[in-house]
């Protein structure tokens, strides 16, 4: 049975609540308080029900991220005779799981909590997405992360970046931080985990939902991780998290193809040269073999040089395939940001690179992902594997 506790400072209104709550089946009312601030353990409660006003937000807002600090699976529901709308996009952009206008009546509300509450009984994830090249250099990494921090801000939503890309530790080493434990660690351990524990062992970018599960700065030569276990990292983390942004290595074996069958959608990465082209023309013929649905490749140019002698039609006319997105080469802001292990957009937000970023972000959230979900429990094609060695010739 699902916890409910209010906080609301008019006694009268505190009252209502309290009696539509206590008559809504499978939901018992925990207590009712004044403030949030007067909230200590948090434990037992799934979903606060709360008062807010233009002028008690900032308040109210921090009492709000320091509950969900101690507890990510909180739900909230905000209420308010206040029928301003910065006011409502401010609580909605902070987190808050709902909005809703007094005085309430009791069927919206129950309609609203169980609503809200269901979110915890089904998969949470929307999409997963892969960046993927069979050549190395094509800066994969600097777009997984740039791409998974503006799809959190766009939907500040629950984003995790996971690094596949086994031993390079790039990641870590981009946003410089410390993982917390190694991943063989995790892998060991995910299937037991509730969300809270998941989340306590990944780092976590400044305050935002954006969620880092990457290898620690050391290299470890003995890592070998089979096709199972990453589909039980992507599955596990599907439970939590409702965008899976995965940064993979550009060895194509039996593992790496797991990944992808995993992934609703592929984002094939290439450069502006021969080289990159002709790999992204054999990445095509392996995903043919595989029988990816073509709408599940997306063909992204990176360091896309304009009036450059290589043109993005010879490049789609070479492989027969629309170029679905240019990000442009502007290799100093981009290095700036790493060096600094920051994001693009939040140090040079004007940038021609930053905007490209959140651009790719709105271009990839319009995608109907449902209908790139795919059966991926077939046996895995050996003949694919043939193919497999000849790219590497």
Do not use: W
Request: glycine residues 2%; charged residues 25%; negative net charge.
């Amino acid at each position: 049975m699902a916890k409910v506790l209010i906080c609301d400072k008019v006694q009268n209104s505190k009252d209502i609540l309290s009696s539509y709550i206590q008559n809504i089946e499978g939901i018992e009312l925990f207590c009712a308080q004044d403030e949030l601030s007067q909230v200590n353990d948090i434990s037992e409660i799934d979903l606060i029900v709360f008062d807010v006003t233009s002028q008690n937000l900032e308040i109210v807002l921090e009492d709000i991220k320091k509950i969900k600090n101690k507890k990510p699976t909180i739900k909230t529901i905000a209420t308010s005779y206040d029928i301003n709308s910065e006011l409502v996009v401010r609580v909605l952009k902070e987190g808050v799981d709902d909005f809703l206008l007094k005085p309430l009546l009791q069927n919206v509300l129950e309609a609203t909590i169980k609503k809200v509450l269901s979110k915890n009984e089904k998969n949470t994830n929307l999409a997963t997405i892969t960046l993927f090249s069979n050549k190395g250099g094509v800066g994969k990494t600097s777009c997984a992360i740039n791409l998974a921090y503006e799809i959190e801000q766009v939907t500040n939503e629950k984003v995790c970046l996971l690094d596949l890309s086994f031993n390079q530790e790039d990641i870590a080493t981009f946003l410089n931080i410390e993982s917390k434990f190694d991943l063989d660690y995790i892998i060991s351990n995910i299937e037991s985990a509730d969300e809270n524990l998941l989340l306590s062992l990944m780092n976590k970018y400044k305050d935002t939902n954006l969620y880092i599960l990457s290898y620690p700065k050391t290299i470890n030569t003995n890592r070998k991780y089979t096709p199972q276990n990453v589909t039980k990292i992507i599955n596990s983390l599907k439970n939590i998290f409702s965008y899976i942004i995965i940064d993979t290595t550009n060895t194509i074996d039996e593992t790496t193809v797991s990944i992808l069958n995993n992934s609703n959608l592929i984002l094939l990465l290439a450069t502006m040269n021969l080289t990159a082209i002709r790999n992204c023309q054999k990445c095509y013929e392996l995903f043919d073999k595989i029988g990816y649905n073509s709408d599940k490749i997306k063909l992204v140019i990176n360091r896309y040089i304009e009036n450059y002698e290589i043109t993005t039609k010879e490049i789609e006319k070479t492989i027969g395939k629309e170029v679905f997105f240019k990000i442009p080469n502007n290799y100093l802001t981009l290095t700036d940001a790493i060096n600094y292990a920051n994001m693009v957009s939040d140090m040079h937000p004007q940038s021609n690179i930053a905007k490209a970023y959140k651009n790719l972000a709105d271009e990839i959230l319009k995608t109907d992902f449902l209908s790139l979900n795919e059966d991926f429990k077939k046996p895995f094609n050996h003949g694919v594997f043939n193919l497999l060695r000849r790219m590497g010739e």
